[in-house]
């Protein structure tokens, strides 16, 4: 397709076994009979009806009342329930003085896991069930898989891959559908495709994966002309597909494609689908339509904070900071809670519109949401009073900011270079430079603020 589709080059992989080493199985069925008085028991039939930790911390004592409490099938029950909560340190004391442990109960709790703790805590565990030599079924690695992805850990990803092929898995849908969105989260995508396309058979989720997997990396243009190839193929794109390759729309600006997807999501019945309409009010206003993205703002009959967000970002990038701050004031007045990109955008159209009473509004707002630890919203604080002429304020930001970044100091410098406080712009750099903190390609571009040509030269010779 194009010259970044590269040949996998994996390191000595190994051998693809003829026949699966025979491993005991241990099953439910197999090893018990479960008595009928067990099965109907009313604290059985409630743990059936389970759904949430609080209705289950109620079910427990009346499990320990009756002495039901190590009957396997509420041991299996609660070991599952505890994992689906991520409690799994109940989980894990009810499954340690089993005896007789049986698979199931493993790949419960490597599920668990896999969700809801750290990636060297699952593979520990992976490695016990290796050691205890329970049989891996295919879902083991695709939790696995799905973790080191998450984690951009390559070097496990491929361990774990290699563990696929030797376990037999390496021709099975679910796991290389794993396997190639473990690539990608960790931006290997020549090998992510190189995977995929030596997989015999391929339905819509593996299409979606790789699709994504180009969007993400950068590669837009290839998404596309996936989709292209996967209609050709048979597979008719779905929400997933759509809400993955809107963003590689935004991503190149290409309009006229965003709005025959948006005819095509139409046609599918899709646009009711709140992710797809945020993804599609999303890529209207990256690429300058805030009009047609307000459209299906104001037609989506549920709208979650990312919608909000959009929106109000949309206005503030087509220079609307005055309909941002609209927007930010109907999303309070209808009680939907900001996030930090929410503050972020919000700070942006104040300082556009140098309104410093609204910007202390959000710095307030920033304070009762407790956003004053994220360094990013931060930064925005400092932008927002140095451009509404409160470089004093800023400088406080500024000073009592933790784990300031090169941004951080950009912003400041920027700032005070706004403000013609030269003399403090100068001193803000040679605090940089005494912190080994290297100026970027903004920082140099600022010296234009400053007038003192000379004496920022001689500065700058020191970097």
Same mark, same amino acid.
């Given at each position: 397709?194009?010259?970044?589709?590269?040949?996998?080059?994996?390191?000595?992989?190994?051998?693809?076994?003829?026949?699966?080493?025979?491993?005991?199985?241990?099953?439910?069925?197999?090893?018990?009979?479960?008595?009928?008085?067990?099965?109907?028991?009313?604290?059985?039939?409630?743990?059936?009806?389970?759904?949430?930790?609080?209705?289950?911390?109620?079910?427990?004592?009346?499990?320990?009342?009756?002495?039901?409490?190590?009957?396997?099938?509420?041991?299996?029950?609660?070991?599952?329930?505890?994992?689906?909560?991520?409690?799994?340190?109940?989980?894990?004391?009810?499954?340690?003085?089993?005896?007789?442990?049986?698979?199931?109960?493993?790949?419960?709790?490597?599920?668990?896991?896999?969700?809801?703790?750290?990636?060297?805590?699952?593979?520990?565990?992976?490695?016990?069930?290796?050691?205890?030599?329970?049989?891996?079924?295919?879902?083991?690695?695709?939790?696995?898989?799905?973790?080191?992805?998450?984690?951009?850990?390559?070097?496990?990803?491929?361990?774990?891959?290699?563990?696929?092929?030797?376990?037999?898995?390496?021709?099975?849908?679910?796991?290389?559908?794993?396997?190639?969105?473990?690539?990608?989260?960790?931006?290997?995508?020549?090998?992510?495709?190189?995977? &995929? =396309?030596? /997989?015999?058979? $391929?339905?819509? @989720?593996? %299409? #979606?994966?790789?699709?994504? +997997?180009? !969007? *993400?990396?950068?590669?837009?243009?290839?998404?596309?002309?996936?989709?292209?190839?996967?209609?050709?193929?048979?597979?008719?794109?779905?929400?997933?597909?759509?809400?993955?390759?809107?963003?590689?729309?935004?991503?190149?600006?290409?309009?006229?494609?965003?709005?025959?997807?948006?005819?095509?999501?139409?046609?599918?019945?899709?646009?009711?689908?709140?992710?797809?309409?945020?993804?599609?009010?999303?890529?209207?206003?990256?690429?300058?339509?805030?009009?047609?993205?307000?459209?299906? &703002? =104001?037609? /989506?009959?549920? $709208?979650?904070? @990312?919608? %909000? #967000?959009?929106?109000?970002? +949309?206005? !503030? *990038?087509?220079?609307?900071?005055?309909?941002?701050?609209?927007?930010?004031?109907?999303?309070?007045?209808?009680?939907?809670?900001?996030?930090?990109?929410?503050?972020?955008?919000?700070?942006?159209?104040?300082?556009?519109?140098?309104?410093?009473?609204?910007?202390?509004?959000?710095?307030?707002?920033?304070?009762?949401?407790?956003?004053?630890?994220?360094?990013?919203?931060?930064?925005?604080?400092?932008?927002?009073?140095?451009?509404?002429?409160?470089?004093?304020?800023?400088?406080?930001? &500024?000073?009592?900011?933790?784990?300031?970044?090169? @941004?951080? %100091? #950009?912003?400041?410098?920027? +700032?005070? !270079? *706004?403000?013609?406080?030269?003399?403090?712009?100068?001193?803000?750099?040679?605090?940089?430079?005494?912190?080994?903190?290297?100026?970027?390609?903004?920082?140099?571009?600022?010296?234009?603020?400053?007038?003192?040509?000379?004496?920022?030269?001689?500065?700058?010779?020191?970097?």
């Amino acid at each position: 397709m194009s010259s970044h589709l590269l040949p996998f080059t994996a390191t000595s992989p190994p051998q693809i076994p003829t026949k699966a080493s025979p491993l005991p199985q241990h099953t439910l069925s197999q090893r018990t009979h479960i008595p009928s008085h067990i099965y109907k028991h009313p604290a059985a039939i409630l743990l059936e009806l389970c759904t949430s930790p609080k209705e289950l911390n109620q079910i427990i004592p009346q499990i320990i009342k009756n002495g039901l409490y190590n009957e396997t099938l509420f041991q299996t029950k609660l070991i599952s329930l505890f994992c689906k909560y991520g409690n799994l340190t109940e989980a894990s004391r009810v499954f340690e003085p089993i005896e007789d442990k049986f698979d199931a109960l493993y790949h419960t709790m490597l599920k668990g896991y896999a969700k809801s703790s750290s990636l060297d805590s699952a593979l520990s565990f992976f490695s016990r069930m290796k050691h205890d030599s329970v049989r891996p079924v295919v879902y083991n690695f695709t939790y696995l898989l799905k973790l080191c992805g998450d984690n951009s850990d390559l070097k496990r990803g491929k361990e774990i891959h290699g563990s696929v092929i030797t376990s037999g898995f390496s021709w099975n849908l679910f796991a290389m559908t794993g396997v190639v969105n473990m690539y990608s989260k960790c931006r290997q995508i020549n090998d992510a495709y190189n995977m &995929f =396309d030596r /997989m015999p058979e $391929r339905d819509l @989720v593996c %299409w #979606n994966t790789i699709i994504s +997997g180009y !969007a *993400q990396n950068g590669f837009a243009k290839v998404a596309l002309m996936l989709v292209l190839r996967m209609s050709e193929e048979g597979h008719r794109p779905d929400s997933i597909t759509i809400v993955s390759i809107l963003p590689a729309v935004a991503d190149i600006g290409l309009l006229r494609i965003g709005m025959a997807v948006h005819g095509y999501v139409l046609r599918a019945g899709f646009e009711p689908l709140v992710n797809v309409s945020t993804a599609l009010l999303d890529m209207y206003s990256k690429c300058g339509s805030v009009k047609f993205a307000r459209v299906i &703002f =104001d037609g /989506m009959d549920h $709208r979650t904070v @990312v919608s %909000w #967000n959009s929106m109000i970002d +949309g206005y !503030a *990038q087509s220079g609307d900071a005055e309909g941002a701050m609209l927007i930010f004031q109907k999303m309070l007045d209808e009680g939907v809670q900001p996030t930090n990109v929410t503050v972020m955008g919000a700070l942006r159209a104040c300082a556009d519109l140098g309104d410093l009473e609204r910007g202390k509004f959000v710095h307030k707002l920033v304070d009762q949401l407790k956003l004053d630890s994220d360094v990013s919203v931060m930064n925005s604080l400092i932008s927002m009073y140095s451009k509404c002429k409160r470089v004093d304020i800023a400088a406080d930001v &500024f000073k009592n900011l933790q784990n300031k970044t090169p @941004v951080s %100091w #950009n912003a400041m410098i920027l +700032g005070y !270079a *706004q403000n013609g406080c030269v003399n403090e712009a100068l001193n803000a750099f040679c605090e940089m430079h005494s912190r080994n903190i290297k100026p970027d390609s903004f920082t140099m571009s600022y010296r234009l603020h400053v007038r003192q040509s000379g004496s920022m030269d001689l500065l700058f010779e020191g970097f």
